[in-house]
């Protein structure tokens, strides 16, 4: 049994697609459409020229305008300070005193922590808020 280009180029896209769900690259299901076009193209009976044009034309303007509309959206906070990542972001503590490297040692949630005083000025004994993690230390900044 004689498979057709058009039925070739459904597996390239249905390759693509698993590739896609198997690493999570949207660019991937970008270049699917591309080989889906090119399927079309076949099957309405265009040469191979013209199916490898319209998977090109198709899958790479979509890759495009994906690339464009992403390039629009503001970027988001990286994952050490942003709180829908990491709840512990936003929340208070209480620093006793500091040493002279704008850090200190201090218990949260029943473990101690190694803390680092990242807002302006000196830090001060008192109320801080959690502005990032790194690793096990938690940096701090003034309340707002």
């Known amino acids: 049994m004689e498979l057709s280009a058009s039925t070739w180029w459904w597996i390239v ?7 896609e769900l198997a690493t999570g690259t949207f660019y991937l299901l970008m270049l ?17 020229a013209w199916q490898l044009v319209a ?16 390039s629009r959206e503001p970027r ?3 994952a050490s300070a942003n709180r829908d990542i990491n709840l512990d ?9 500091w040493s002279g490297e704008r850090s200190a040692r201090i218990t949260y949630r029943g473990s101690a922590w190694n803390v680092r005083y990242v807002g302006p000025g000196l830090p001060m004994p008192g109320e801080y808020v959690i502005r990032a993690v790194e690793g ?4 701090l900044d003034r309340l707002t």
């Not at 896209?13 to 590739?19: E, S």
């Not at 090109?56 to 690339?67: K, S």
């Open 13 to 19: 896209a249905g390759v693509l697609i698993v590739a």
């Open 89 to 97: 972001i936003g929340q208070r503590v209480r620093v006793e005193s």
């Open 32 to 48: 699917a459409i591309g080989a889906a076009a090119a399927a079309i193209a076949a099957w309405v009976g265009l040469a191979i």
């Open 136 to 139: 096990s230390e938690l940096q």
């Open 76 to 78: 988001g906070l990286p």
């Open 55 to 70: 998977a090109a034309v198709i899958g790479g303007g979509a890759v495009a305008v994906w690339n464009a509309q992403r």
